[in-house]
């Protein structure tokens, strides 16, 4: 039904990495499937999703039923139908908060049209093996249900990042999450560990012997166990978190490798990058040790 939250189906399956095509003339769908695919994609398996209403050129809903009864028969695809209902009261409040007009009555009131739609669509709501009824959903809970139910491992998921970086250099422009490591005593000021960085086990073991590393990283950590999981059910597309210190090359390298480790064992799979690693050891940079 126009207006039940078709726009919002489609964005969210794109989302989750399916192909999408909205309002395809029928009579283009076979060339469609018989279509090569987009270079560089050989070999990836990308789901489609295809957008049909009353407002699809040439449509008719026993066409529609016919032409994938027909595919089906062929057996080169596994093919589904979701039908959005809604209720009409609720569509026609929708029209009337959006000051659209229905594709079906542009002269008249929206009503009309909605329940124009309603007999045209009646075949395919009679015959589609899924049905949701968006009356009481807003655009947030449908996308939510479509990720429930769609998403596919491989399509769609969460890119999470684990990145160090110096404050002196500016930060990350994509982080999301943002923790200040500087609180930490810095390896910086010991001559022996000043070359080193915090992939270095005696700069990693200078670093957590600080009185307030274990109770703060392991603070850090359960957060991250709480906020991970939540960004990845909005469907997030990317989550970066950014851990900084003065150069970004000691507590904050260290820092970023304990917590990235500490998000694979609880089942994620982080990518880490050390963005400042390379750069060399300043005095400038890092201030004067505290106590002088």
Same mark, same amino acid.
């Given at each position: 039904?126009?207006?039940?939250?078709?726009?919002?189906?489609?964005?969210?399956?794109?989302?989750?990495?399916?192909?999408?095509?909205?309002?395809?003339?029928?009579?283009?769908?076979?060339?469609?499937?018989?279509?090569?695919?987009?270079?560089?994609?050989?070999?990836?398996?990308?789901?489609?999703?295809?957008?049909?209403?009353?407002?699809?050129?040439?449509?008719?809903?026993?066409?529609?039923?016919?032409?994938?009864?027909?595919?089906? !028969?062929?057996? %080169?695809?596994?093919? *589904?139908?979701?039908? /959005?209902?809604?209720? @009409?009261?609720?569509? $026609? +409040?929708?029209?009337?908060?959006?000051?659209?007009?229905?594709?079906?009555?542009?002269?008249?009131?929206?009503?009309?049209?909605?329940?124009?739609?309603?007999?045209?669509?009646?075949?395919?709501?009679?015959?589609?093996?899924?049905?949701?009824?968006?009356?009481?959903?807003?655009?947030?809970?449908?996308?939510?249900?479509?990720?429930? !139910?769609?998403? %596919?491992?491989?399509? *769609?998921?969460?890119? /999470?990042?684990?990145? @160090?970086?110096?404050? $002196? +250099?500016?930060?990350?422009?994509?982080?999301?999450?943002?923790?200040?490591?500087?609180?930490?005593?810095?390896?910086?000021?010991?001559?022996?560990?000043?070359?080193?960085?915090?992939?270095?086990?005696?700069?990693?073991?200078?670093?957590?012997?600080?009185?307030?590393?274990?109770?703060?990283?392991?603070?850090?950590?359960?957060?991250?166990?709480?906020?991970?999981?939540?960004?990845?059910?909005?469907?997030?597309?990317?989550?970066?978190?950014?851990?900084?210190?003065?150069?970004?090359?000691?507590?904050?390298?260290?820092?970023?490798?304990?917590?990235?480790?500490?998000?694979?064992?609880?089942?994620?799979?982080?990518?880490?990058?050390?963005?400042?690693?390379?750069?060399?050891?300043?005095?400038?940079?890092?201030?004067?040790?505290?106590?002088?």
């Amino acid at each position: 039904m126009s207006g039940a939250g078709k726009s919002t189906v489609l964005k969210t399956l794109e989302d989750l990495g399916w192909e999408v095509v909205d309002n395809l003339p029928l009579s283009l769908l076979d060339r469609l499937l018989n279509a090569l695919p987009p270079e560089g994609s050989e070999g990836m398996a990308r789901p489609l999703a295809l957008g049909i209403g009353a407002r699809t050129r040439d449509f008719d809903a026993d066409q529609v039923v016919a032409q994938v009864e027909r595919l089906r !028969a062929k057996g %080169r695809f596994e093919i *589904g139908t979701l039908f /959005l209902e809604c209720d @009409s009261d609720e569509l $026609a +409040r929708r029209y009337d908060e959006t000051r659209r007009r229905h594709p079906l009555a542009q002269d008249r009131p929206a009503r009309d049209g909605i329940e124009r739609e309603r007999e045209l669509l009646a075949p395919l709501k009679r015959w589609a093996n899924r049905l949701i009824d968006t009356s009481r959903f807003n655009s947030h809970a449908l996308a939510q249900q479509i990720r429930a !139910a769609f998403s %596919r491992g491989g399509l *769609g998921e969460t890119i /999470l990042s684990v990145v @160090s970086f110096g404050f $002196a +250099r500016g930060l990350p422009s994509d982080a999301d999450l943002v923790f200040d490591m500087r609180f930490l005593r810095n390896p910086h000021w010991d001559p022996a560990l000043r070359p080193g960085t915090g992939l270095d086990p005696d700069v990693a073991a200078y670093v957590a012997s600080d009185p307030a590393y274990a109770d703060a990283v392991g603070r850090i950590e359960e957060l991250l166990l709480l906020l991970v999981p939540r960004y990845i059910a909005e469907g997030k597309s990317y989550v970066t978190i950014a851990f900084g210190c003065t150069g970004g090359r000691h507590r904050s390298v260290h820092v970023a490798e304990r917590v990235a480790g500490r998000l694979r064992n609880a089942g994620f799979s982080p990518t880490v990058a050390h963005r400042d690693l390379a750069a060399a050891p300043q005095d400038a940079l890092e201030g004067q040790p505290i106590g002088q």
